[in-house]
Nanobody, 117 residues
Framework: QLQASGGGLVQAGGSLRLSCAASGRTFSPYTVAWFRQAPGKERGFVASIRWRDDITYYTDSVKGRFTISRDNAKNTVNLQMNSLKPEDTAVYFC????????????WGQGTQVTVSS
């Protein structure tokens, strides 16, 4: 089970840090990702990290502003979001994928991020 936290209301230009915790299992050897869904839009990929080698991917719109990282000791995956923009407003979900899978098969509940202009 995945648990996302850290959302909130922030002004444009501000920062938030989201956390995804796994209960009952460790993230190794999964790939863990963040997705987001804005009102009236489809859920879209934000960033991912492969646990075993720290390879990361980002959607173009967040490159240079967001950083995904893992914390082995806490068994969490974090998303540091800086220079937030109103268009980053969405519900953010964390997800995990078994090795060899092409789709994410574990999902947490969302956490709301609202960026005011």
């Amino acid at each position: 089970q995945l648990q996302a936290s850290g959302g909130g209301l922030v002004q444009a230009g501000g920062s938030l840090r989201l956390s995804c915790a796994a209960s009952g299992r460790t993230f190794s050897p999964y790939t863990v990702a963040w997705f987001r869904q804005a009102p009236g839009k489809e859920r879209g990929f934000v960033a991912s990290i492969r646990w075993r080698d720290d390879i990361t991917y980002y959607t173009d719109s967040v490159k240079g502003r967001f950083t995904i990282s893992r914390d082995n000791a806490k068994n969490t995956v974090n998303l540091q979001m800086n220079s937030l923009k109103p268009e980053d407003t969405a519900v953010y979900f964390c997800a995990a994928r078994d090795p060899g899978m092409t789709t994410f098969n574990y999902w947490g509940q969302g956490t709301q991020v609202t960026v005011s202009s």
